[in-house]
């Protein structure tokens, strides 16, 4: 693992109020715990636990709460960097007026190396695509809205 990764790790702990992290690869492993208030780290022979979806990756659902001008949001399920389409030379998922149903899929948000493809959960069309390609984004940011049909 590099440092620019070890640093953007350090940087999604602070944004996101995580105390605890650990990622076991072939033959290395990184553990980083982060004291009260991101204070000075605290060592630990404790393990750390982590979420559920961490441990076991799988497609992800989006709840999509409805807003004042009619439009719902498709916001993040979780940490990560936001994806529009499959692989850099694949089209978009989805469009400014594509049409979309519950089990469409709009785009993949990638953590931890694993790419988890986010379905609308909504019938409707797309009305904007709220962050760029490639952009870092947070739990429960609006990545879409939609208007319902």
Wanted: charged fraction near 25%; hydrophobic fraction near 40%.
């Amino acid at each position: 693992m590099e440092l620019k990764d070890i640093k953007a790790i350090i940087d999604l702990m602070k944004k996101n109020s995580i105390t605890e992290f650990e990622l076991e690869e072939k033959d290395s492993k990184l553990r980083l715990k982060r004291g009260v208030n991101g204070l000075a780290p605290v060592a630990s022979d404790d393990p750390p636990s982590l979420p559920a979806a961490v441990q076991a990756p799988m497609p992800i659902s989006v709840a999509v709460p409805v807003v004042n001008t009619g439009e719902v949001d498709i916001k993040s399920p979780m940490i990560g960097t936001f994806y529009r389409s499959p692989s850099p030379e694949a089209a978009a998922y989805v469009e400014i007026g594509s049409e979309v149903n519950a089990d469409t899929v709009v785009c993949i948000i990638e953590a931890m190396k694993v790419m988890n493809e986010i379905k609308a959960e909504v019938k409707g069309i797309v009305t904007q695509t709220l962050v760029e390609n490639g952009k870092p984004i947070e739990f429960g940011q609006p990545l879409f809205k939609v208007r319902p049909n």
